[in-house]
């Protein structure tokens, strides 16, 4: 498999302010202090720990139990984000009963990037505007060049998140805000989050009958595997608007970065996506390992999920870029 390449755009957008361009009422009130406090706590705090990792190991070490816990607990909040805050609840790739749903939105907030309606608020817009004036988090935004290009990149992994004025959710996910039971479960947010954090600490000291046992699975699949999980998922903002393959048509920069494929879910097979946003399948071609998806699959087996849009032969041959010729 070859490396991936640098996508360059030969005139990217000049987009100094993610806001410009937007209708009137695409912007929702600001963040109150409150939230803006909690924001930086569950960025900050997991990205420390992760800076951590390295002397924590040579401090304690680690043990199969906070392996396991760690994998469980990334997994499961992982699909929460892809299976759940994406690909149902932002793009419709497929119909699920009111358990699931809520249930799905719970798991999504474990993964502690916000509450499932700001979440869909903001990334329909991002779809609406992507690589554009008015997209909250394009890398492009300062234009193309090194310099240009790292502050954007910065931008789209994590300065985005600062930005005090949030997205309508009543312009861009409406459909969630009259959800009584999801917005309810949205609105739980903190008691997720909280809840992501815990319970790992507390079957860790369960299974290993100790304090040490309890601290060391809340460092690993608490703190680090929270950082993890938002870094991999950030960098589907940053990195894949910016690095890797574009087989399929589309009207962005979306790419397709193979390395994420397995920590992200299969959302970093994001070039497809961006062609064909509704799609329940984002890794559609040989060899493209999309674990969101099965589950999805194993969800309709079960009766839990049904009107899937798995992807379409016709429209995706409609859509896959043709090779240049050497004369062209």
Same mark, same amino acid.
């Given at each position: 498999?070859?490396?991936?390449?640098?996508?360059?755009?030969?005139? =990217?957008?000049?987009?100094?302010? =993610?806001?410009?361009?937007?209708?009137?009422?695409?912007?929702?009130?600001?963040?109150?202090?409150?939230?803006?406090?909690?924001?930086?706590?569950?960025?900050?705090?997991?990205?420390?720990?992760?800076?951590?990792?390295?002397?924590?190991?040579?401090?304690?070490?680690?043990?199969?139990?906070?392996?396991?816990?760690?994998?469980?607990?990334?997994?499961?909040?992982?699909?929460?984000?892809?299976?759940?805050?994406?690909?149902?609840?932002?793009?419709?790739?497929?119909?699920?009963?009111?358990?699931?749903?809520?249930?799905?939105?719970?798991?999504?907030?474990?993964?502690?990037?916000?509450?499932?309606?700001?979440?869909?608020?903001?990334?329909?817009?991002?779809?609406?505007?992507?690589?554009?004036?008015?997209?909250?988090?394009?890398?492009?935004?300062?234009?193309?060049?090194?310099?240009?290009?790292?502050?954007?990149?910065?931008?789209?992994?994590?300065?985005?998140?600062?930005? +005090?004025?949030?997205?309508?959710?009543? +312009?861009?996910?409406?459909?969630?805000?009259?959800?009584?039971?999801?917005?309810?479960?949205?609105?739980?947010?903190?008691?997720?989050?909280?809840?992501?954090?815990?319970?790992?600490?507390?079957?860790?000291?369960?299974?290993?009958?100790?304090?040490?046992?309890?601290?060391?699975?809340?460092?690993?699949?608490?703190?680090?595997?929270?950082?993890?999980?938002?870094?991999?998922?950030?960098?589907?903002?940053?990195?894949?608007?910016?690095?890797?393959?574009?087989?399929?048509?589309?009207?962005?920069?979306?790419?397709?970065?193979?390395?994420?494929?397995?920590?992200?879910?299969?959302?970093?097979? *994001?070039?497809?996506? *961006?062609?064909?946003?509704?799609?329940?399948?984002?890794?559609?071609?040989?060899?493209?390992?999309?674990?969101?998806?099965?589950?999805?699959?194993?969800?309709?087996?079960?009766?839990?999920?049904?009107?899937?849009?798995?992807?379409?032969?016709?429209?995706?041959?409609?859509?896959?870029?043709?090779?240049?010729?050497?004369?062209?």
């Amino acid at each position: 498999m070859s490396a991936p390449a640098l996508t360059r755009p030969s005139a =990217p957008p000049r987009t100094a302010d =993610p806001n410009a361009g937007l209708p009137a009422n695409a912007l929702g009130a600001e963040k109150g202090a409150l939230e803006q406090i909690t924001l930086y706590v569950f960025v900050i705090v997991p990205f420390l720990a992760l800076a951590a990792v390295v002397p924590a190991v040579w401090g304690w070490g680690l043990s199969w139990t906070d392996v396991s816990l760690f994998v469980g607990f990334y997994f499961l909040t992982l699909l929460g984000v892809t299976v759940g805050y994406h690909r149902h609840f932002t793009h419709g790739s497929f119909k699920a009963g009111k358990p699931l749903r809520v249930a799905l939105a719970a798991v999504g907030g474990m993964a502690i990037q916000g509450p499932v309606v700001q979440w869909v608020a903001d990334h329909r817009r991002h779809h609406a505007f992507a690589d554009r004036e008015g997209d909250p988090h394009s890398p492009w935004r300062y234009g193309s060049g090194a310099w240009n290009l790292a502050r954007g990149m910065f931008h789209a992994h994590l300065g985005w998140l600062f930005d +005090r004025r949030q997205t309508n959710a009543d +312009r861009y996910a409406p459909d969630l805000v009259k959800d009584t039971a999801v917005r309810r479960t949205s609105r739980l947010f903190v008691v997720w989050a909280l809840l992501s954090l815990a319970l790992p600490g507390l079957i860790g000291g369960m299974v290993t009958g100790s304090w040490t046992g309890a601290w060391s699975a809340f460092f690993w699949a608490g703190l680090v595997r929270v950082a993890l999980l938002h870094h991999v998922t950030w960098s589907i903002n940053s990195v894949c608007h910016v690095v890797g393959n574009r087989p399929f048509t589309s009207r962005d920069r979306a790419t397709n970065f193979w390395p994420l494929a397995i920590l992200s879910g299969g959302e970093s097979w *994001h070039n497809l996506h *961006h062609a064909d946003p509704t799609c329940a399948r984002h890794g559609v071609l040989r060899g493209q390992i999309d674990i969101s998806a099965r589950i999805i699959w194993v969800f309709e087996k079960l009766g839990w999920a049904k009107d899937v849009k798995w992807p379409d032969p016709v429209r995706l041959a409609a859509k896959r870029r043709q090779p240049v010729s050497a004369t062209s």
